[in-house]
Structure formats: structure tokens, C-alpha cells
């Protein structure tokens, strides 16, 4: 059977599956339904589609419910998600450069894209749209967090795990959740605040009452018909302030390393003016406008550096509403519709310094600009008379201006609409649709036109009035002159000549349809001799469709973003069996097997190119083994795959910011002129690279549509023990194992710098394009590092989680809960290209291992329940072990610049305090602080984070607002 025929015969299986089931529904009569047997209910458990009453999981789960969301004072899913330990800090609302204004989760360190979010077991968004923010917190149940692959049971994308929101969709009443928060810090950093005055920078205030947040969420449900139906509506409000970086002494300014101190440093985008001579008697001078305002250059050297930190938002301002519906109805046991409607309307902003005419373009400057003094004018080219035009690298910082800020709309939407029911005692089904879309729209305001400010270099006198060239001669009659020949700047008019608004837009959908089929076969007999309950399948098919479509305008294709587009459809079957094996005999409580297979149908395609068409099969192997009532051993071997997404496939290729240092760059570079030779420099260049400004060079991003599925293998195996001498005593430890081959990604920029230097690899090395003209690797230069999607090596990681409950009796004083969750990290592994080595980022953070990856991570909460129920008094200790810098590692790939003062980060304990009780007439108020102590996070040079650093620190993996105090009122009538 060809592919075509295979993927014809599913959508036919698939529609005949639908139209029997349906059909099925019609002829049931009440004469079947009253023979039915009393309904027991079933339980859903993530991780599996079998159904069936007191069914516990094979698969390690941790969850959180809406009482541990309550105590901790939370109010955004990303929080709830990133304070776990199984979880990596990923997109949040403390990013602001580079931010999407999405908020994602990254299980194990492995990636936003390589674990599944869910609903209520449903997917909740396209693929490259997930966005926590969508979900309404004020109605989430509990949390399942499960690890090791899933794809055998709910497709590709769950190789590193499933994050599961169960939401309360059945409301009887009114429900009103609302919580206010403020942030508290004393700055008291004296190290980094005399280092900021003697830099001359200003410092942050003493202490700061900001951050403010407010959420309010309204839920109103009523059954109807005689509790057969049901109908609940939710609307909620968001809204926070922004807090800039300089409202923070370890963000104030932005620090350099040197050596055993810090120092204040910033990027070679000057507010003064830079001039790197491309031509001309002086080609490789760096020189700056003197600092008193007047026409004269001068060596550019450090003091000239422009701290761009202060303006920068440590957290995002934020307006967002959500909304929507869940209705049921049971018309008998046979037949019950469903259907929901959600809907989150997002807007939220990200600021980061003022733009500049970028150091990196090559700009053309006539020789008789009547701009330039005399002075300038023999420097550049040799003459005070001369007519030529001279080539320069320029750079201008329009601090006179507005900083940038980054306009970020999201509007998504999410329909479903199923039946469901139990066609007899054995057999139930489940057939649904789904149709999910994100709008995306952004506009970069106060940005440079780069274009503009070229023309407005190029400038002549016109009876005694500097003129634009392109006036002169009609190509741009509303040029205006940009003087960026001393420190004062251009004028009012240049600013708003040269300042131009740029903007994207995204539409992403994506439609599911599925049915499943739940069949007890103990009914018809089909049971283990040793069991006495019988064997349960799930059978089920699936058809996605996901589209992408992304347009940019001029000024944005200019700066990089190219429009693009792209479909992928999917076509599934799929089938699971649980299968008790031994049960009640005197060496087995039970032994049980589940097994789970899934095949898939996969095609791409976009307007421009499209994918091999590819099939892949996915299983799992899980087995459960209680010996008695206080054991039960667990263990499971999944083999998961995620294809790869639109934008890897078919994002046109572009040019766009890395965090990265040149080591051949700057007038005493760190790497020697041999090594620095074989990534292209000459001898002449050498000593006379431009360094990236900021830290941020340049790298070469796009797709690939010949992208293979990644291939996972997931092992897991622990043991959970519940001792009948303790009843209130529940621990588990699991063992995890997550093994991905040809892992879907760019070769990192930071590790093609260390190995090209290092090892002097005409491989790495011929992945650096340096521009001539300067020797950089800059933005605007033909200097770049290439970094496009190839299918590289594996990732592998690995360790172990141990969770606890225990409650101790106080007797009249009430009672102690204590619930511990933990991870031990015993390796983080990265083979960047198949057979050149690998690294291993357990216990370390920097530019190549990115965010602090602690070797050990727990929280430990402790509840003291009164005795009458309505109230509870709660502490949470989180902590965070110690981590060392990974460039200062002998392992070549991560190798780099090395630190003194930024070595280790010591472990971190946050203590967070929580109070709740009843009030009277329905409501429960809640108060607390979290990071009670108001710990600072660490100090960080820029030039050593990676991943999502922010302001000289890991903002989502440390608290970076210090003490946030929170008030939660909850009323139900």
C-alpha cells in the first residue's frame, strides 16, 4: 500500500469509526441502557487513554493542585509550571529583549518544543503557539507534570514529557477569584553600588514598592434539566506594570567581568558617536566624538561605553482578557455532547534601550559633508577639500529619543465539540473536534531605519543649508540631515525622519478530529487466570492539520524577517492495552502490563518548498508490580518522536542577534593570530576586528525542509511505598532516562567560536563568514556565524525525582502536612554533531550550557491545618543547589572566557509564607510573601549568560523582584 493509499484508508477508517459510533448512539434504546450495569465512575489519567475505575498510573506523574496554587500566591500557569523542579525556566513575563510575549515550559532542560501541553488530555494550541498564559489559573484543578515519552499516546511532540491543566469546567454557582501583588526590594548591594557611583552611574533607589499585578477571574455555572446539562462561563482581567532594570542594583547597570570584580560596562553603540574607517590614510582607527559636544575625534576607548541596562523592563507591562464557555449535556448513558469555548486576548510590551545608526553597516560619507569639522574631515579622508566619499562604520546612540519598545499582540482561540458515552457495560467511545487559531501581531516602535540613516550621512550644502543628497536628487525628498559628527546628536527632525515603525503579523491554526473506543474485555470474559480483573484496550484515530503564515513589512524584510508559510497534516491510529496479569495472590497484590502503539502519517509543505513525506511507528512498554498493599514497583520503556515543526522546516533564511564574544575581535584579542587565522583573519586585520557590540554578534538562522523526526527513548523505573505502621505516609522515587537522537537544532554560536579556536576544525571554523571590511561578525556586515536547523547529534539526561506526603496528627492543635518534591540531576548531555564529542551541563550555567541547570532542586512545603479546617498557615522552602560556570571547564566545547568573580553561584533558599481561612458568606481570603527574606538572585556578567538571561541575572530561574507580597480573596455562592 503506497503512502497516498495509507493515508486514505486512515481518513476512511476514521470517518467509518465516526459514522458507526454515531449511528450506534441512534439505536440505542432504554431496554440496553437499563441493562447496563451500575455505572462505577472511571478515572482519566494522564498518560494513557484507558479508562477504568481506581486505575493508577505506571508512569511517574507529579501534580499540583488548587490548593498548593492558592498557597503559593499564584496567578500565572508559567509560575505554577517553573517553580517545579522537573522544570527549566523558559519564556516568561521577566524577558523582555528577544520576547515573544508568550510564556512557555521547558521539561528537563530539553526544550519549550519537546514536551506537549494539554487540557483536559486535549492539545491546546498549534504547535509553535503554546502559550501558558491562554489558561485561566483560577479554574485549574491540578497539574499533572508526567516524564519520559508519551507519543504512543498522544502524538508527536511529547518526548521529554506532558504538562496537563485539568480545569473545573462544571460550576454550580458563582465563583469569583481575585489577587493583587506587590514587590518589595531593599537594594542593598554596597559591592555593586559603589561600583555603580564610581562609574558614574546612577544608582537604584534604597528601596522600592513596584511590580504591581492585578488578576480577577468571574466563573458562573448552573446545571439545567434536572442536572443533566450543565453551562459554566468564566471572564477574567489581567493587568501589570512594568518595573525597568534600573530600579535594581544587580541590574542598574550592565556589568563586565573583570577578572575578581565587576565593572560597569555596556555596548560599543555609543551615545557619543563611533567611527570605525573602513577607508581613506587612517582605515582601522576606532575613533569617537569627544565627550564636551565639540566636532573633534578622539581614540574611542572603554570609558565611551553606553550603559544600555537601565531602560531595559525586568518585567514586562502586561494587559491580557480571557473568556469562555463549557457546556454538557447527558442525554443518557449512551449519549453525552460536550463542547467548549476558550479565548485570550493578550497585549503586553517589552522595552530595551534606545536604538542607534548600528555599529556593523558599512556607510557611505561624502568627504564635503559640511557636517564634519576640518578635523574630522582630514582623518577620514586625507583632505579638507576633497569631493570623494569615504566608507565607515558607524555608530550613533539616539538617547534623546524614546526606547524601543516591542508592541506584542496575541489573540487566541480554542472550539471543541464532542459526544461521548457508554454504549454498554463494556465498551465506551469518545469523538471529538477541535479548531484552535493564534493571531499574532508585532510592531518594533522607535527603531532606526537604518536606510534612512544612511541618506542622512550623505550630505552637501545647498546655498549655505546642509541638504540631503537624495533631496538633491529626488530619490528621498523628505531626507532630513543626521549629524552624528559630535556628542549633541541630530536634531528633533532627524529623530523623526530617521525613527520608523516596523511590523510582523502570524496566523496559525490548527483542527484536530479524534475518536476512541474504550473496551473493558473482562465482560466478554478476557482475563488472566491469576486476575480476576479483565483486560482494557483503547483504540482511537486522529487527523491534525497545522498552518502557519507569517508577513512582514519592508522595513522588517530589511532588518532580516522574511514572510513565510507552511501546512502540516498528520494522519494517526493508535492503540493501548492494560493488561492485569496477576492480582490477590500471596507473592503479587497485582503485576500488570500496559502497552501502547501509535503509527503516524506525516507530509509539509509550504508555498515555497515542501518535506518527504514520513511515516514513524511509537510504543511504549510500561509495567506495575505491588507485592503487597505497601510497594508498588513501577517502570516503563517509551520510544517517542517529535517531527519537526513549520518554522524549523520552512523559516526563510535571515540574519538576526546571538549572545556571543569574537575572540579575534578588539585591539588585544584573546585568541592568537594563528588560531584566529583559520576562521579567516589576515594579519592586517588582526588587532583591528570590531568587537560585538554588547555581546551580540551575529548568526545566520533559517529552516530546512529535508529535517528528519527527532527519535527518542525514554526509560523510567521507580518504586512508590505507602507503610500500613505510618497510613499518612506516602514516598516515591523514579529513575528517569531520556535519550534523543538527531535532536532538531543550530549548532550553537558560542560553541562554533570555542571549538573553531580551540581545536582549529576547518568544520567549525568554515561556519564563521567574516566580513572583510572589518574582520566582525556583525549585524549589517556580510560577518556572520552560520546556524541553521540540521538534524545534530543527541541529547540525553537523566536523574531521579523523589516525592513525599506525610501528615502528623496535632490532635486538638489540628495537623502538619508536609509534601516534598525533588530532582536530582545526575547528567545533562549534549553531542552537538554526531561523532565530535559531547558536553555535560549537570551542574553548571554560562553562554554554552545556558540557564543554571542545579544538580539538586526541591521544594518542601509545610501546612499547619487548624482544627476546624478553615484555615491553614503554610511554608514553602525552595532550593536551588549550587552551580559552576561551564566556560570555565577543560571540556574544548565549552571552553571560553573564563571568570574568577562569576566561577559558581552558591545555592539559593527561598522561604515562602502563606496564610488562608474562611471568612464567612463564601469567602476564603489568602495573604502571603514569597521570598520572605528578600534574596537578591546573582549577579551575572552579560557576557556569560545564555538562554533566557536578563539583566545580568537568570530572572526565571531567581526571583528577580525581591520580596512580592500577594492578597487572594475567593467568594463561591
Keep these: 500500500m503506497s503512502k497516498k493509499q495509507c493515508r486514505s484508508h486512515i481518513r476512511y477508517v476514521t470517518a467509518t469509526a465516526v459514522t458507526a459510533l454515531l449511528t450506534g448512539l441512534i439505536t440505542v434504546d432504554a431496554a440496553a441502557e437499563s ?190 434539566l434536572g442536572g443533566k446539562g450543565n453551562i459554566t462561563v468564566y471572564a477574567g482581567y489581567r493587568k501589570v506594570d512594568p518595573v525597568l532594570q534600573n530600579t535594581r542594583d544587580y541590574s542598574a547597570c550592565a556589568l563586565n567581568d573583570a577578572g575578581s570584580a565587576f565593572s560597569c560596562g555596556g555596548s560599543g553603540n555609543t551615545a557619543y558617536g563611533r567611527f570605525a574607517l573602513l577607508s581613506g590614510p587612517n582605515t582601522g582607527l576606532d575613533l569617537a566624538n569627544s565627550k564636551d559636544g565639540s566636532k573633534s575625534w578622539v581614540l574611542e576607548d572603554s570609558s565611551f561605553l553606553y550603559n544600555y541596562a537601565g531602560d531595559n523592563y525586568i518585567q514586562r507591562q502586561d ?79 539616539m538617547v534623546k529619543g524614546a526606547p524601543r519598545r516591542d508592541d506584542l499582540r496575541h489573540e487566541d482561540i480554542r472550539a471543541q465539540i464532542g459526544f461521548r458515552g457508554k454504549l454498554n457495560s463494556a465498551i465506551s467511545y469518545d469523538v471529538s473536534a477541535m479548531q484552535s487559531q493564534m493571531l499574532y501581531g508585532e510592531t518594533y516602535l522607535n527603531d532606526v531605519d537604518q536606510a534612512r540613516g544612511g541618506k542622512g550621512l550623505q550630505v552637501v550644502s545647498v546655498n549655505g543649508t546642509p541638504t540631503c543628497k537624495s533631496v538633491v536628487d529626488g530619490s528621498d525628498p523628505k531626507c532630513v540631515p543626521v549629524d552624528v559628527f559630535s556628542a549633541n546628536g541630530p536634531s528633533a527632525a532627524a529623530y523623526q525622519y530617521i525613527f520608523q515603525a516596523k511590523s510582523t503579523a502570524s496566523k496559525q491554526t490548527l483542527v484536530q478530529y479524534a475518536g476512541n473506543i474504550n473496551a473493558d474485555l473482562g465482560v466478554y470474559g478476557v482475563t488472566s ?10 483504540f482511537g484515530v486522529e487527523h491534525r492539520a497545522e498552518t502557519y503564515v507569517f508577513t512582514a513589512d519592508a522595513l522588517s524584510q530589511a532588518s532580516g524577517s522574511a514572510p513565510g ?88 533564511q535571515g540574519q538576526g542577534n546571538v549572545a556571543a564574544t569574537d575572540p579575534c575581535a578588539g585591539k588585544s584579542p584573546t585568541a592568537t593570530l594563528a588560531q584566529c587565522a583559520v576562521s579567516g583573519v589576515t594579519a592586517a586585520e588582526y588587532g583591528h576586528i570590531t568587537e560585538c557590540p554588547s555581546d551580540l554578534c551575529t ?72 566580513d572583510h571590511r572589518s574582520g566582525g561578525i556583525l549585524f549589517g556586515t556580510d560577518g556572520y556565524i552560520i546556524s541553521t536547523n540540521v538534524n545534530t547529534g543527541f541529547l540525553k539526561t537523566s536523574g531521579l525525582d523523589i516525592g513525599g506526603n506525610y501528615r502528623y496528627d496535632l490532635g486538638e492543635w489540628g495537623g502538619l502536612d508536609f509534601n516534598i518534591l525533588g530532582t536530582y540531576l545526575i547528567n545533562s548531555v549534549n553531542e552537538p554533531l554526531p561523532g565530535l564529542g559531547t558536553y555535560d551541563c549537570a551542574g553548571l550555567f554560562g553562554s554554552t550550557c545556558g540557564q543554571p541547570s542545579p544538580v539538586w532542586r526541591h521544594n518542601l512545603r509545610t501546612t499547619w491545618m487548624l482544627p476546624d479546617s478553615t484555615a491553614t498557615i503554610s511554608i514553602n522552602w525552595r532550593h536551588l543547589g549550587g552551580v559552576k560556570l561551564s566556560s570555565n571547564s577543560t571540556n574544548p566545547y565549552l571552553a571560553g572566557t573564563t571568570s574568577t568573580i562569576n566561577d559558581h553561584i552558591a545555592e539559593y533558599n527561598y522561604f515562602d509564607l502563606a496564610a488562608s481561612g474562611d471568612v464567612g458568606y463564601g469567602m476564603t481570603l489568602t495573604g502571603g510573601v514569597n521570598n520572605v527574606l528578600d534574596k537578591s538572585p546573582p549577579a551575572i556578567a552579560s557576557g556569560l549568560l545564555g538562554g533566557f538571561g536578563n539583566g545580568n541575572t537568570y530572572p526565571g530561574v531567581y526571583d528577580p523582584m525581591g520580596r512580592v507580597l500577594f492578597l487572594q480573596l475567593t467568594a463561591k455562592y
Design 35 to 224: 441493562s447496563a450495569e451500575t455505572n462505577v465512575e472511571t478515572i482519566v489519567v494522564t498518560g494513557t487513554h484507558i479508562q477504568r475505575p481506581n486505575y493508577e498510573s505506571v508512569s511517574p506523574i507529579s501534580t499540583v493542585d488548587s490548593k498548593d496554587i492558592q498557597l503559593g500566591g499564584i496567578a500565572e500557569s508559567e509560575t505554577i509550571l517553573s517553580r517545579l523542579p522537573q522544570v527549566t525556566a523558559d519564556a516568561n513575563e521577566n524577558v523582555s529583549n528577544g520576547s515573544g510575549g508568550t510564556s512557555n515550559v521547558n521539561l528537563r532542560g530539553l526544550g519549550s518544543g519537546r514536551g506537549l501541553i494539554l487540557i483536559d488530555g486535549q492539545r491546546m494550541l498549534p504547535t509553535m503557539a503554546v502559550d501558558l498564559n491562554f489558561i485561566p489559573s483560577a479554574l485549574v484543578e491540578r497539574v499533572d507534570v508526567l516524564t519520559g515519552g508519551a507519543s504512543a499516546v498522544y502524538g508527536s511532540d511529547a518526548i521529554s514529557g506532558v504538562v496537563n491543566f485539568q480545569l473545573n469546567k462544571r460550576l454550580d454557582g458563582i465563583r469569583l477569584d481575585a489577587q493583587t501583588s506587590i514587590a518589595e526590594h531593599t537594594n542593598d548591594n554596597s559591592s555593586l553600588r559603589s561600583l555603580q557611583t564610581s562609574s558614574g552611574k546612577t544608582t537604584a533607589p534604597d528601596t522600592t514598592w513596584d511590580g504591581f499585578k492585578y488578576n480577577a477571574t468571574l466563573a458562573a455555572g448552573t446545571d439545567f
Design 319 to 397: 494587559k491580557r482578557i480571557t473568556g469562555g464557555a463549557f457546556l454538557s449535556y447527558q442525554y443518557s448513558d449512551a449519549l453525552e455532547f460536550y463542547s467548549s469555548f476558550m479565548y485570550m486576548k493578550d497585549h503586553t510590551f517589552s522595552q530595551v534601550a534606545a536604538s542607534a545608526i548600528w555599529l556593523g553597516t558599512a556607510f557611505t560619507i561624502n568627504c564635503d559633508n559640511p557636517l564634519m569639522s576640518d578635523q574630522q574631515k582630514n582623518l577620514l579622508c586625507g583632505s579638507t577639500t576633497s569631493t570623494a566619499d569615504a566608507s565607515a562604520l558607524v555608530s550613533y546612540r
Design 529 to 538: 487466570p491469576w486476575a480476576h480483573d479483565g483486560v482494557a484496550m483503547a
Design 565 to 652: 508559510d507552511g501546512k502540516i497534516m498528520s494522519d494517526e491510529f493508535y492503540s493501548e492495552a492494560d493488561i492485569p496479569l496477576v492480582q490477590d495472590k500471596p507473592w503479587a497484590k497485582s503485576l500488570s502490563l500496559n502497552l501502547g502503539y501509535r503509527y503516524t502519517l506525516y507530509d509539509a509543505h509550504s508555498s515555497k518548498a515542501s518535506s518527504p513525506q514520513k511515516t514513524f511507528g511509537t510504543y511504549k512498554i510500561e509495567a506495575t508490580y505491588a507485592p503487597n498493599d505497601e510497594l508498588r514497583f513501577r517502570g516503563g520503556y517509551n520510544r517517542a518522536v517529535r517531527a519537526p515543526s513549520i518554522s524549523e522546516l520552512f523559516n526563510a
Design 699 to 770: 548568526q545566520q538562522y533559517g529552516g530546512n525542509p529535508d529535517l528528519k523526526p527527532e527519535k527518542a527513548e525514554t526509560l523510567t523505573a521507580g518504586v512508590v511505598f505507602t507503610p500500613s505502621a505510618v497510613p499518612s505516609l506516602q514516598l516515591s522515587l523514579d529513575y528517569y532516562n531520556i535519550r534523543i537522537k538527531g535532536y532538531i537544532g543550530a549548532v550553537d554560536p558560542a560553541v562554533i567560536l570555542n571549538q573553531c579556536m580551540t581545536t582549529s576544525s576547518s568544520f567549525y571554523c568554515g561556519l564563521l563568514h567574516r
